[in-house]
T-cell receptor
Framework: DGGITQSPKYLFRKEGQNVTLSCEQNLNHDAMYWYRQDPGQGLRLIYYSQIVNDFQKGDIAEGYSVSREKKESFPLTVTSAQKNPTAFYLCASSKTGTQSGELFFGEGSRLTVL | EDQVTQSPEALRLQEGESSSLNCSYT??????LFWYRQDPGKGPEFLFT???AGEEKEKERLKATLTKKESFLHITAPKPEDSATYLCAVRYYKLSFGAGTTVTVRA
Protein backbone atom coordinates (compact mmCIF):
# COMPACT_ATOMS: atom_id res chain seq x y z
CA ASP A 1 0.00 0.00 0.00
CA GLY A 2 1.17 3.50 -0.81
CA GLY A 3 1.64 5.97 1.96
CA ILE A 4 3.92 8.12 4.07
CA THR A 5 6.15 6.61 6.73
CA GLN A 6 7.49 8.74 9.56
CA SER A 7 10.04 7.59 12.08
CA PRO A 8 10.59 7.47 14.92
CA LYS A 9 7.08 7.73 16.36
CA TYR A 10 8.41 8.95 19.70
CA LEU A 11 11.68 10.75 20.30
CA PHE A 12 13.26 12.24 23.39
CA ARG A 13 15.98 14.84 23.14
CA LYS A 14 18.19 16.59 25.61
CA GLU A 15 18.54 20.33 25.33
CA GLY A 16 21.33 21.31 22.96
CA GLN A 17 21.02 18.23 20.76
CA ASN A 18 20.01 18.11 17.11
CA VAL A 19 17.58 15.40 16.06
CA THR A 20 16.44 14.25 12.62
CA LEU A 21 12.94 13.04 11.82
CA SER A 22 12.54 10.75 8.85
CA CYS A 23 9.80 10.98 6.23
CA GLU A 24 9.52 8.57 3.30
CA GLN A 25 6.71 8.36 0.73
CA ASN A 26 5.95 5.83 -2.00
CA LEU A 27 3.05 7.78 -3.53
CA ASN A 28 5.20 9.27 -6.31
CA HIS A 29 4.19 12.76 -5.16
CA ASP A 30 6.37 15.72 -6.08
CA ALA A 31 5.36 18.03 -3.23
CA MET A 32 6.21 17.30 0.39
CA TYR A 33 5.67 19.26 3.61
CA TRP A 34 6.54 19.40 7.29
CA TYR A 35 4.01 20.70 9.79
CA ARG A 36 4.13 21.21 13.52
CA GLN A 37 1.05 20.62 15.69
CA ASP A 38 0.66 22.08 19.18
CA PRO A 39 -2.40 21.76 21.44
CA GLY A 40 -5.05 24.38 20.70
CA GLN A 41 -3.36 25.60 17.53
CA GLY A 42 -3.77 24.87 13.86
CA LEU A 43 -1.08 23.04 11.94
CA ARG A 44 1.83 25.35 11.16
CA LEU A 45 4.01 24.91 8.10
CA ILE A 46 7.75 24.52 8.73
CA TYR A 47 9.17 23.74 5.28
CA TYR A 48 7.91 22.50 1.95
CA SER A 49 9.45 21.14 -1.23
CA GLN A 50 8.02 21.08 -4.73
CA ILE A 51 10.79 19.12 -6.42
CA VAL A 52 14.03 17.35 -5.64
CA ASN A 53 16.88 19.62 -4.52
CA ASP A 54 14.52 22.52 -3.88
CA PHE A 55 12.70 23.56 -0.71
CA GLN A 56 11.14 26.67 0.76
CA LYS A 57 10.67 28.04 4.26
CA GLY A 58 7.21 27.97 5.72
CA ASP A 59 5.81 30.14 8.49
CA ILE A 60 7.98 28.80 11.33
CA ALA A 61 11.26 27.64 9.75
CA GLU A 62 13.62 29.11 12.37
CA GLY A 63 15.53 26.38 14.19
CA TYR A 64 14.73 23.71 11.58
CA SER A 65 16.47 22.43 8.46
CA VAL A 66 15.51 20.03 5.67
CA SER A 67 16.94 18.33 2.61
CA ARG A 68 15.34 16.83 -0.49
CA GLU A 69 17.94 14.66 -2.21
CA LYS A 70 15.43 12.06 -3.38
CA LYS A 71 11.81 12.38 -4.45
CA GLU A 72 10.76 9.85 -1.82
CA SER A 73 12.52 11.37 1.16
CA PHE A 74 12.19 14.67 3.04
CA PRO A 75 13.94 14.51 6.45
CA LEU A 76 13.56 17.28 9.03
CA THR A 77 16.31 18.25 11.47
CA VAL A 78 15.29 20.00 14.65
CA THR A 79 18.36 21.95 15.72
CA SER A 80 19.40 23.19 19.12
CA ALA A 81 18.44 26.68 17.93
CA GLN A 82 14.75 25.77 18.05
CA LYS A 83 13.63 27.28 21.36
CA ASN A 84 10.54 25.20 21.98
CA PRO A 85 10.84 21.96 20.02
CA THR A 86 8.47 19.77 22.04
CA ALA A 87 5.58 19.10 19.63
CA PHE A 88 3.91 16.64 17.29
CA TYR A 89 5.52 16.76 13.83
CA LEU A 90 3.63 15.77 10.71
CA CYS A 91 5.01 15.05 7.26
CA ALA A 92 2.67 15.29 4.27
CA SER A 93 2.66 15.07 0.49
CA SER A 94 0.35 16.12 -2.31
CA LYS A 95 -0.04 14.89 -5.86
CA THR A 96 -1.07 18.17 -7.43
CA GLY A 97 1.70 20.39 -6.20
CA THR A 98 1.96 22.99 -3.47
CA GLN A 99 -1.28 24.75 -4.49
CA SER A 100 -3.26 21.76 -3.33
CA GLY A 101 -5.12 21.46 -0.05
CA GLU A 102 -5.56 17.72 -0.38
CA LEU A 103 -2.65 16.42 1.62
CA PHE A 104 -1.68 12.89 2.58
CA PHE A 105 -0.20 12.78 6.07
CA GLY A 106 2.07 10.38 7.86
CA GLU A 107 1.30 9.15 11.36
CA GLY A 108 3.47 11.77 13.00
CA SER A 109 6.51 11.92 15.26
CA ARG A 110 6.22 13.18 18.81
CA LEU A 111 9.33 14.95 20.03
CA THR A 112 9.86 15.66 23.70
CA VAL A 113 12.75 17.73 25.01
CA LEU A 114 13.90 16.67 28.44
CA GLU B 1 -4.70 37.28 13.30
CA ASP B 2 -6.52 33.97 12.94
CA GLN B 3 -7.65 33.36 9.38
CA VAL B 4 -9.56 30.18 10.20
CA THR B 5 -11.66 29.69 13.33
CA GLN B 6 -13.36 26.45 14.30
CA SER B 7 -16.15 26.13 16.84
CA PRO B 8 -16.89 24.66 19.22
CA GLU B 9 -13.50 23.50 20.50
CA ALA B 10 -15.08 20.33 21.85
CA LEU B 11 -18.40 18.60 21.29
CA ARG B 12 -19.83 15.70 23.27
CA LEU B 13 -22.69 13.83 21.65
CA GLN B 14 -24.84 10.89 22.47
CA GLU B 15 -24.93 8.19 19.82
CA GLY B 16 -27.59 9.18 17.28
CA GLU B 17 -27.60 12.86 18.30
CA SER B 18 -26.96 14.87 15.13
CA SER B 19 -24.95 18.10 15.30
CA SER B 20 -22.84 20.52 13.28
CA LEU B 21 -19.31 21.88 13.45
CA ASN B 22 -18.43 25.34 12.18
CA CYS B 23 -15.40 26.62 10.29
CA SER B 24 -15.37 30.37 9.64
CA TYR B 25 -12.70 32.17 7.63
CA THR B 26 -11.73 35.76 6.96
CA UNK B 27 -9.51 35.31 3.91
CA UNK B 28 -10.25 36.76 0.49
CA UNK B 29 -9.63 34.93 -2.72
CA UNK B 30 -10.66 31.51 -1.46
CA UNK B 31 -9.22 28.74 -3.61
CA UNK B 32 -10.67 25.85 -1.63
CA LEU B 33 -11.80 24.71 1.81
CA PHE B 34 -10.75 21.30 3.08
CA TRP B 35 -11.97 19.07 5.91
CA TYR B 36 -9.84 16.47 7.64
CA ARG B 37 -10.39 13.89 10.36
CA GLN B 38 -7.64 13.23 12.91
CA ASP B 39 -7.62 10.34 15.36
CA PRO B 40 -5.58 10.66 18.59
CA GLY B 41 -1.86 10.27 17.97
CA LYS B 42 -2.32 9.93 14.21
CA GLY B 43 -1.97 12.15 11.16
CA PRO B 44 -5.01 13.87 9.63
CA GLU B 45 -6.98 12.06 6.97
CA PHE B 46 -8.48 14.04 4.10
CA LEU B 47 -12.30 14.06 3.90
CA PHE B 48 -13.67 16.76 1.56
CA THR B 49 -12.84 19.67 -0.72
CA UNK B 50 -15.28 22.54 -1.28
CA UNK B 51 -14.64 25.31 -3.79
CA UNK B 52 -17.71 27.53 -4.08
CA ALA B 53 -20.63 28.77 -2.01
CA GLY B 54 -23.56 26.39 -2.13
CA GLU B 55 -21.42 23.35 -2.73
CA GLU B 56 -22.06 20.23 -0.64
CA LYS B 57 -20.16 16.96 -0.22
CA GLU B 58 -21.25 13.81 1.63
CA LYS B 59 -19.54 10.74 2.98
CA GLU B 60 -21.44 8.27 5.13
CA ARG B 61 -22.77 10.25 8.13
CA LEU B 62 -20.81 13.40 7.27
CA LYS B 63 -21.94 16.27 5.06
CA ALA B 64 -19.90 19.39 4.41
CA THR B 65 -21.42 22.65 3.16
CA LEU B 66 -19.90 25.99 2.19
CA THR B 67 -21.12 29.58 2.29
CA LYS B 68 -19.19 32.75 1.49
CA LYS B 69 -17.67 33.04 4.97
CA GLU B 70 -18.04 29.66 6.63
CA SER B 71 -18.37 25.94 6.25
CA PHE B 72 -20.33 23.45 8.29
CA LEU B 73 -19.62 19.79 8.87
CA HIS B 74 -22.88 18.07 9.73
CA ILE B 75 -22.74 14.73 11.54
CA THR B 76 -25.98 12.81 11.19
CA ALA B 77 -26.84 10.08 13.71
CA PRO B 78 -23.22 9.78 14.87
CA LYS B 79 -21.69 6.56 16.13
CA PRO B 80 -18.81 6.16 18.62
CA GLU B 81 -16.43 5.54 15.72
CA ASP B 82 -17.06 9.11 14.54
CA SER B 83 -15.17 10.33 17.61
CA ALA B 84 -12.15 12.30 16.37
CA THR B 85 -10.81 15.80 15.91
CA TYR B 86 -12.09 17.43 12.74
CA LEU B 87 -9.83 20.02 11.13
CA CYS B 88 -10.65 22.50 8.42
CA ALA B 89 -8.14 24.28 6.21
CA VAL B 90 -8.49 27.18 3.82
CA ARG B 91 -6.41 27.74 0.68
CA TYR B 92 -5.86 31.36 -0.33
CA TYR B 93 -2.26 32.33 -1.18
CA LYS B 94 -1.28 29.63 1.30
CA LEU B 95 -2.98 26.82 3.22
CA SER B 96 -4.12 27.78 6.71
CA PHE B 97 -5.50 25.28 9.26
CA GLY B 98 -7.96 25.81 12.07
CA ALA B 99 -7.30 24.41 15.55
CA GLY B 100 -9.97 21.74 15.18
CA THR B 101 -13.12 20.52 16.93
CA THR B 102 -12.80 17.41 19.08
CA VAL B 103 -15.94 15.30 18.83
CA THR B 104 -16.72 12.59 21.39
CA VAL B 105 -19.68 10.30 20.71
CA ARG B 106 -20.91 8.23 23.65
CA ALA B 107 -22.72 4.94 23.15
Amino acid sequence: DGGITQSPKYLFRKEGQNVTLSCEQNLNHDAMYWYRQDPGQGLRLIYYSQIVNDFQKGDIAEGYSVSREKKESFPLTVTSAQKNPTAFYLCASSKTGTQSGELFFGEGSRLTVL
Amino acid sequence: EDQVTQSPEALRLQEGESSSLNCSYTVSGLRGLFWYRQDPGKGPEFLFTLYSAGEEKEKERLKATLTKKESFLHITAPKPEDSATYLCAVRYYKLSFGAGTTVTVRA
